[in-house]
């Protein structure tokens, strides 16, 4: 439920001081700025070595003859008659097939095709150097090649996390590693800013004029969700959390755990990016409740059991961290304060199954 900016302060410690609205926190003013300038969102990783592209758009309908078509030109030594083929039905933008020849799957390649319109709210320039900058840190597979619309990368050996899995002591602890690692990519000495306000700011303007009052009775009104996001970006602002660079979309089967090597791996980096430490770590609790299939409900998970697992977890990492890694090592990112995270958790939830835009802010007294 949305905290109006007329609401009342909770009495605990870490609440969000209330001051008067300053004009230059209004929302949407930088995005504007940015927007008329033809920015799509903040600078991101600087693009590495070139990767192949390929001429070839897959029809998202019947994806398996262009599939094969992409594997010609990768894998050209394979012949087309003994190539097979893997749907995975667990996306909920994009549609996926796995192309290999062998039975334990070493060599894959996956065929990713971008879900319709969804270029006007990823920038699909940015995911590919996002997946370049993972790669290149040991936390991404590797990308073979682009093409009209969508890409090819390696599979990743090992099992899509379901909720009853994150709950796990041993599994969430590897979770939080990976994510600390992922935390301590630095932007080459520039200063990142913070992509959340640029897309909450982009998925406003486009949902806010198809928010039809008639279809349901929740979904307050536009000029209300503006001033509520106006107050999120004055007050969360201010949480001091540091900039990092994050995934920004860690539900249940973005997390992949190889029971082999031991370890997790985050797949799918359309919205990676640098943003703040206590978002990715909020937004992560939030889709640990199962936040869409699940009747847990996210404040449940920015209670008193969501508190004890996370910091369970993050003191976990560590005790476990040997080195430190510049700025935000191991340990910086293991002590970032759970009340941050708390209010970080509520700050966005975008309604995928029914699309509506939700805003709500978690104070946990």
Not at 30 to 54: D, I, L, N, Q, T
Not at 100 to 117: F, I, N, P, S
Not at 179 to 184: D, G, N
Not at 215 to 227: H, R, T
Request: glycine fraction near 6%; aromatic fraction near 8%; charge should be negative.
């Amino acid at each position: 439920m949305a905290v109006p900016p007329s609401a009342p302060q909770p009495r605990a410690s870490f609440h969000l001081r209330r001051h008067t609205p300053c004009p230059q926190c209004s929302w949407g003013m930088e995005e504007k700025a940015a927007a008329s300038a033809g920015c799509r969102e903040p600078p991101g990783p600087p693009r590495a070595a070139a990767v192949a592209y390929f001429g070839i758009s897959v029809d998202p309908d019947d994806i398996l003859p262009g599939a094969l078509r992409l594997i010609q030109e990768l894998r050209p030594h394979w012949k087309p008659e003994q190539v097979r083929t893997k749907r995975f039905t667990d996306g909920i933008t994009n549609k996926l097939v796995a192309c290999y020849v062998e039975e334990d799957m070493q060599d894959c390649v996956l065929v990713r095709v971008y879900g319709e319109r969804t270029e006007l709210l990823v920038d699909r320039e940015n995911e590919v150097r996002n997946f370049q900058l993972l790669r290149a840190h040991g936390c991404a597979p590797r990308l073979y090649c682009t093409f009209q619309n969508g890409l090819c990368y390696e599979y990743m050996q090992g099992v899509a996390l379901g909720p009853e899995h994150i709950r796990e002591p041993r599994l969430f602890r590897l979770i939080a590693l990976e994510m600390a690692k992922i935390h301590t990519i630095h932007a080459n000495g520039s200063l990142p800013k913070p992509t959340l306000w640029h897309k909450m700011y982009n998925y406003f303007t486009l949902v806010k004029n198809e928010i039809n009052p008639s279809l349901s009775a929740d979904v307050p009104k536009v000029e209300v969700l503006e001033q509520e996001l106006a107050w999120l970006k004055e007050h969360l602002s201010q949480l001091e959390s540091p900039v990092v660079f994050c995934h920004n979309d860690l539900l249940c089967k973005n997390i992949i755990y190889d029971s082999i090597k031991g370890h997790m791996r985050f797949i799918d980096y359309e919205y990676a990016g640098y943003n703040y430490q206590a978002f990715d770590i909020g937004n992560h609790f939030n889709e640990f409740a199962g936040s869409h299939r699940s009747p847990a409900s996210a404040s449940h998970v920015a209670g008193t059991r969501g508190t004890r697992i996370g910091r369970h977890s993050l003191d976990d990492c560590c005790s476990s961290a040997s080195t430190a890694q510049d700025d935000f090592s191991l340990h910086s990112f293991v002590q970032a304060p759970l009340c941050p995270v708390q209010l970080y958790m509520g700050a966005l939830h975008a309604d995928k199954d029914q699309n509506k835009l939700q805003v709500a802010v978690c104070l946990v007294a």
